[in-house]
């Protein structure tokens, strides 16, 4: 099993760029996650999708926005990159219990 | 107020030794509870739940204290491989799935 995978892992955009960040997991769960995570910070939800064919605002979803494809992929989208959105960001996936496995990240700088 | 709180450290630790640190939540209603240890630059990982009753697990101990509002971790006989910043977690009452994380404490652990 692969887990949770994630690509690209690593891009640079320009300020106004679009990209979408890709999110796959093998392990048959329900719930997927987005997340970022800036020094200092603690890891903080952007979107989540509680079961395919659902998705949920987190703490910071503005400029963003997610696709459920189906059970096994979660993708992120950003339509106008912003230098803000400079970060590392996080898929997460969980089964019946709260234990969330990520995936390896992808590393975004927005210039 | 963040909802999680850490010292970021770094606590630089003698290899063999003892050390523990603490993570205070801001929230009384707060459910569940976990550790997670994230490498540099690489994804968090769960190392361990955190029950009302304190657990263990190996060299390493969490206790839970509601009335103050913490948990603590506590790592016996150190390894250089527990380098590592050690990430506190709690999830809300009617947020299932949704995890608060801490920016995370750094540990160091020196030959």
């Known amino acids: 099993n692969a887990g949770v995978t994630q690509t690209p892992k690593f891009q640079v955009l320009k300020t106004g760029q679009s990209m979408t960040l890709q999110c796959a997991q093998d392990m048959n769960h329900n719930s997927m996650y987005w997340y970022r995570q800036d020094p200092g910070m603690g890891l903080r939800l952007i979107y989540y999708s509680a079961s395919e064919g659902t998705t949920d605002k987190g703490e910071v979803p503005n400029g963003y926005n997610v696709s459920r494809l189906n059970k096994r992929e979660f993708s992120l989208r950003l339509e106008s990159a912003a230098p803000s959105q400079t970060s590392v960001y996080f898929c997460?996936?969980?089964?019946?219990?709260?234990?969330?496995?990520f995936g390896p990240g992808t590393r975004l700088t927005v210039l | 107020r963040k909802e999680v709180e850490q010292d970021p450290g770094p606590f630089n630790v003698p290899e063999g030794a003892t050390v523990a640190f603490n993570c205070t939540y801001s929230?009384?209603?707060?459910?569940?509870f976990f550790w997670y240890r994230q490498d540099c630059r690489k994804e968090p990982k769960l190392l361990m739940s955190v029950y009302s009753s304190g657990n263990e697990d190996g060299r390493f101990t969490a206790q839970l204290n509601r009335a103050s509002q913490y948990i603590s971790l506590l790592i016996r006989d150190s390894k250089l491989s527990d380098s590592a910043t050690y990430l506190c977690?709690?999830?809300?009452?009617?947020?299932?799935?949704?995890?608060?994380f801490g920016a995370g404490t750094q540990v160091v652990v020196t030959p």
């Open positions: 929230n009384s209603a707060s459910q569940s």
């Open positions: 977690v709690v999830t809300l009452p009617d947020s299932w799935g949704k995890l608060q």
């Open positions: 997460a996936s969980s089964g019946q219990v709260n234990e969330q496995f």
